[in-house]
Structures are given as structure tokens and as C-alpha cells.
């Protein structure tokens, strides 16, 4: 597995994890590309097998506005999970961010995704607050509260 910078031919494969992995509030191609076309303020990072790119496992984006970046997304493909991916994408972001002279990242993560929080405090984020009912739920279920996560950076991420 190898991190590189995400490019546009990525943008397939991207979005076909994208809706796997979030089928509830998948971002459509059209919003990626829209991401993608806005460099340098948003940085994504790709997570491929080491073979040109032919088999994305995960991917991940970063907003770089200020002072504070914000982490858009961190996707790991669902049969790849368990082997740091996603810690590693994660690094890669706060890297970015560092050399871009963001002092901090912010985030906002699902309340109940459990594996992403876990993986977000063990990286040093801590909660700043929770978003009540946030997410909502196109099924017409209830909605979902959002945490508001926060790291400061310093020269080791």
C-alpha cells in the first residue's frame, strides 16, 4: 500500500467507495471533482494497492483554510480495515496540514461510528462539543449527532 496525492483518475474509484462506505450521504462524483478542482485548498490523499493505483482501498481529504484545517473525509475500503489505513491516511493529512501552517485539525465524525472515533482519539483529538441531530437520516429515522473533534498539531503531527 502507498499514499499519493488523489488526481482525477482516482475520481472513479473514489466515488465507487464513497457510496459503499457512506450509502446513507455519499458525495456524488460531480462533488469530488469539485473537491478535487479545488487544490490548493483541499487536499486529498489516496490509499492504493502499489500497483498504479489499479485497486484504491481508502481515501482521504483535507481542507486548508487558516489556521485550522478541516478533515473532510477518511475512507477506508471496509475489506481492507484492520490494517492501519486508515491511521496512516490520517497521518498523511496532519503532515499536509503541518506543512501548510495549520496549527490544529478539526473534524466532525458520527456519534456512533465507534471505530471512527476511536481512531480519531487515538490520534489525539479530542471532543469540543456535539452537534445534536446533525445527520439526518433519508430513510426518515431519527437523526444522528455529530461530534466536534479537535487536535492541536505540533512538529510529530
Given amino acids: 500500500m502507498q499514499l499519493r496525492e488523489a488526481d482525477w483518475r482516482d475520481l472513479a474509484m473514489m466515488a465507487a467507495l464513497e457510496r459503499e462506505i457512506f450509502p446513507d450521504d455519499a458525495w456524488s462524483e460531480a462533488t469530488m471533482w469539485a473537491e478535487l478542482a479545488m487544490r490548493p485548498r483541499r487536499a486529498y490523499l489516496v490509499a492504493d494497492d502499489g500497483v498504479g493505483g489499479s485497486s484504491l482501498v481508502g481515501y482521504a481529504g483535507l481542507d486548508l483554510a487558516g489556521d ?22 490520517l497521518a ?65 503531527g
Fill in 68 to 89: 485550522v484545517a478541516d478533515v473532510m473525509t477518511v475512507a477506508v475500503d471496509p475489506r481492507a480495515r484492520g490494517r492501519g489505513l486508515g491511521a496512516a491516511l
Fill in 92 to 156: 498523511g493529512l496532519h503532515g499536509l496540514a503541518r506543512d501548510a501552517g495549520s496549527r490544529a485539525v478539526m473534524l466532525e465524525v458520527r456519534a456512533d461510528n465507534e471505530p471512527a472515533v476511536g481512531l480519531y482519539g487515538a490520534h489525539g483529538y479530542e471532543v469540543l462539543r456535539t452537534r445534536r441531530g446533525y445527520y439526518g437520516d433519508p430513510a426518515g429515522g431519527p437523526a444522528r449527532d455529530a461530534l466536534i473533534m479537535r487536535k492541536e498539531l505540533d512538529e510529530n
